[in-house]
């Protein structure tokens, strides 16, 4: 390479490198987890724990999982010595707390979604305004969503920043 070909790619380098910096910097975020670490989610969720409803479903999931382990516990201890219609009788126990435990769980669940969905909706416009001057103060020129990326260190990720400017937001 001849140092008029050095000068010449050095130029463009730096020119490249110029319009880049121009462009600003690129970051990524999980907007869902920035919406749900803030402290209105986690006191809606809060106030989730402490509806009676809840709590009795909570408690009945918990009931379910003891139910199960005292029939796993039952059939390892006395399971050789039962006779066919009792370890039929069994596998259907076994059977109906399952069926149990997955209805109330798809409740639990059901019930949780149903708070998420509710914070996500209620600070939708926030987080966009929000996010916006974060672009703008940050010179920020691309934001890509932290599931798109393959590979980023966490000082690309500004997922907590954005908490904590949706906790200061009004």
Not at 8 to 23: D, H
Not at 102 to 123: P, T
Request: with cysteine; charged share 25%; aromatic share 4%.
């Amino acid at each position: 390479m001849t140092a008029i070909q050095k000068i010449f790619a050095a130029v463009l380098l730096c020119v490249f490198s110029a319009a880049s910096l121009a462009q600003g910097k690129v970051v990524i975020v999980d907007i869902q987890a920035a919406m749900l670490s803030t402290e209105v989610a986690q006191k809606e969720l809060a106030k989730l724990d402490k509806n009676p409803e809840f709590a009795s479903l909570k408690a009945k999931l918990d009931g379910l999982v003891a139910d199960m382990k005292k029939l796993q516990a039952s059939a390892e201890k006395d399971g050789l010595t039962w006779s066919a219609d009792q370890q039929a009788e069994h596998r259907k126990k076994v059977e109906y707390v399952r069926a149990d435990y997955e209805l109330v769980g798809k409740k639990l669940q059901a019930e949780q979604q149903a708070v998420m969905q509710k914070v996500l909706q209620d600070l939708s416009a926030k987080t966009r305004t929000v996010l916006e001057q974060l672009i703008a103060s940050d010179n920020i020129g691309l934001v890509l969503n932290s599931q798109a990326a393959i590979h980023a260190t966490p000082a690309y990720d500004i997922t907590p920043k954005l908490t904590e400017l949706l906790n200061k937001a009004k």
